[in-house]
């Protein structure tokens, strides 16, 4: 007993104990607010639910019902789809500010330029999205422009209520996500290899696609993965400016639960969304890898 005492003296005076005295509170709030709600879905998706009452017999017959219903695969790919065109707009948009930002603002106003770039988050998500309803709409401010110009005759019926205008607006809304990372990994590059490649005789194209590029893969994979995740678990917008072809698969879980009381079926195709973009997070990560190692 005393040898025991002794033992867990030494150890709550070691250096290991201060580390998990440090990580328990980290470790606390993780188990109780991530990992205790994901373990709550997937309960739930092997159970039942009849109105009020909740079957917890184990069962894989929403998981069947998830996978045969051609809806509920429609809506998956679809959000898939969207969430893939907006990481693309917004990363292929926010690449040349954060490139500008980088290397070609003055030190002493990079601050100033990072600090606009995060001005959309002072306001509510929510207003955004109203705000480019009116912008996108038969008689928003896109339609009633270009009409002024003589440009179109009609209102544009293709940028509201479709896929496209949650595209537009999901990617104006991650903007800053997207621009923020690239921006950093652009920082962490050595401006004396872009001049060893200038002296070496290549020209500011070949030394962007050569070097800089390369090197800002990091901040740009991050940009992905930031902006990808998220949006396809989107409902608000999709909701708002979708119409009925611009519903994704968080709508339905919404539906789901809250209209149709069915808690299981929607914590399936919960647990079905993550997996998807879990799989395709980890694909996209391993051609990364794969592709940086070529490159080295």
């Known amino acids: 007993m005393a040898e025991r005492a002794r033992n867990w003296g030494r150890f709550a005076r070691s250096d290991a104990a201060r580390g998990w005295l440090l990580v328990s509170p980290t470790a606390l709030y993780a188990l109780l607010l991530l990992a205790a709600p994901l373990a709550t879905v997937l309960a739930f998706s092997f159970w039942t639910q009849d109105f009020l009452d909740i079957d917890r017999t184990f069962t894989l017959n929403n998981y069947r019902e998830a996978l045969a219903e051609p809806l509920y695969r429609e809506l998956i790919l679809r959000s ?3 969430a893939g065109a907006v990481t693309l707009a917004t990363v292929v948009l926010a690449y040349p500010i954060a490139y500008f930002v980088s290397f070609h603002v003055r030190p002493e106003r990079k601050s100033m330029w990072i600090f606009l770039i995060t001005i959309p988050f ?4 929510l207003i955004r999205v109203f705000l480019w309803k009116v912008i996108l709409g038969f008689n928003g401010v896109v339609n009633t422009s270009l009409q002024g110009l003589g440009l179109i005759e009609e ?11 949650v595209v537009i607006t999901l990617a104006h809304a991650f903007a800053p996500f997207a621009i923020l990372p690239i921006f950093v990994a652009l920082e962490k590059i050595d401006r004396s290899l872009l001049e060893a490649s200038r002296d070496l005789g290549e020209s500011r194209i070949t030394t962007f696609f050569r070097v800089t590029l390369p090197l800002s893969v990091p901040g740009v994979a991050a940009a992905v993965l930031i902006v990808f995740i998220p ?19 968080a709508n339905m879980i919404q539906t789901q639960f809250l209209r149709l009381n069915n808690a299981p079926m929607g914590a399936t195709l919960s647990v079905l969304a993550m997996v998807t973009v879990g799989v395709i997070s980890l694909v996209f990560l391993a051609l990364l890898a794969r592709w940086l190692r070529v490159k080295q």
């Open 80 to 82: 898939v789809l969207i």
């Open 122 to 125: 002072w306001t509510s998500y």
């Open 155 to 165: 209102p544009l019926s293709f940028i509201l209520y479709n896929p496209n205008a």
């Open 231 to 249: 949006t396809v678990g989107d409902y608000v917008t999709p909701r708002l400016v979708g119409g009925p072809d611009g519903l994704m698969i």
